[in-house]
T-cell receptor, first 113, second 114 residues
Framework: GQQLNQSPQSMFIQEGEDVSMNCTSS?????WLWYKQDPGEGPVLLIA?????ELTSNGRLTAQFGITRKDSFLNISASIPSDVGIYFC?????????????FGGGTRVLVKP | DSGVTQTPKHLITATGQRVTLRCSPR?????VYWYQQSLDQGLQFLIQ???????AKGNILERFSAQQFPDLHSELNLSSLELGDSALYFC?????????????FGEGSWLTVV
């Protein structure tokens, strides 16, 4: 089945830094979504990408849908303490038999001590 | 607030028991998805319903079952529970099944099997 490789698995940030994470897939998707999950909470949608090559921003967040439809990246600019959490990429393929999301393993963003 | 409501938020039960998790999708959403999140497996898709009918199945055990009712709320039934079933169970919903569709998640139901 489809698999998503998300990297890095974890990263430390310092306030003001830009951070970047990406996902690659073994096969294509129609849609890429990026979610953030805080402890004990459900994933919250950050950005949705619907077309290959699409570049979309949401405040300090920017994400791109790769041309090959097999990858996506998320950038966070000028990070702040509340950016800490786990970020998940998710790919979606629309088929007659459903359109489930396949999730990456997550990128845990932590604050540098 | 995503608009997806899940109950109960926390549940502790013994091995061998059966529990039911409930989900109310966002107003107007026809599709409901169930996901399981555990430390070692990440977010795993279990099952999807669309307007009352099962649409897709993922890694859902035979001991688990789900249904979507005419009012579009959904229930996930977990039976003969084992310690390994302890996890966070998420419900998500979306309005349709075409491109441009966005999936929103509830806050989850924490299940602890002891």
């Amino acid at each position: 089945g489809q698999q998503l490789n998300q990297s890095p698995q974890s990263m430390f940030i310092q306030e003001g830094e830009d951070v970047s994470m990406n996902c690659t897939s073994s096969s294509i998707f129609n849609t890429w979504l990026w979610y953030k999950q805080d402890p004990g909470e459900g994933p919250v949608l950050l950005i949705a990408l619907y077309k290959a090559g699409e570049l979309t921003s949401n405040g300090r967040l920017t994400a791109q849908f790769g041309i090959t439809r097999k990858d996506s990246f998320l950038n966070i600019s000028a990070s702040i303490p509340s950016d800490v959490g786990i970020y998940f990429c998710a790919g979606q393929l629309f088929k007659a038999a459903g359109n489930k999301l396949t999730f990456g393993g997550g990128t845990r963003v932590l604050v540098k001590p | 607030d995503s608009g997806v409501t899940q109950t109960p938020k926390h549940l502790i039960t013994a091995t061998g028991q059966r529990v039911t998790l409930r989900c109310s999708p966002r107003s107007g959403d026809l599709s409901v998805y169930w996901y399981q999140q555990s430390l070692d497996q990440g977010l795993q898709f279990l099952i999807q319903y669309y307007n009352g009918e099962e649409r897709a199945k993922g890694n859902i055990l035979e001991r688990f079952s789900a249904q979507q009712f005419p009012d579009l709320h959904s229930e996930l039934n977990l039976s003969s529970l084992e310690l390994g079933d302890s996890a966070l169970y998420f419900c998500a919903s979306s309005s349709r099944e075409s491109s441009g569709n966005t999936i929103y998640f509830g806050e989850g139901s924490w299940l602890t099997v002891v």
